[in-house]
């Protein structure tokens, strides 16, 4: 995948598709085409399993985002959920508790 089709899933992801946010989430776990980042990869996966409302998105995403974690510590857990967090509100406009 090229710098500008990264760019394009990406600017996807941030308008809320769930399907790119996935897609961003996997790349980001794996390192392909983009420098592993199991932070990031952790929120796009956890905004993908909590906002989708395609059963077999929401589920791979919840899946794959615990296989994640497992490769994390806690202290990027943390901020992985805050980062979650912060990129559902910008892409929903509500506010989480």
Do not use: C, F, H
Not at 49 to 77: F, L
């Amino acid at each position: 995948m090229q710098v500008l089709a990264v760019q394009y899933l990406r600017e996807r992801a941030e308008k809320g598709e769930p399907e790119a946010q996935y897609r961003l989430g996997i790349m980001l776990s794996e390192g392909k085409e983009v420098p592993r980042n199991l932070v990031q990869a952790y929120a796009w996966l956890d905004v993908a399993a909590t906002t989708s409302a395609k059963p077999e998105i929401a589920g791979r995403a919840a899946q794959d985002r615990e296989g994640v974690a497992a490769r994390m510590t806690p202290m990027q857990i943390v901020e992985a959920r805050e980062l979650a967090k912060q990129w559902k509100e910008r892409i929903t406009g509500k506010a989480s508790p």
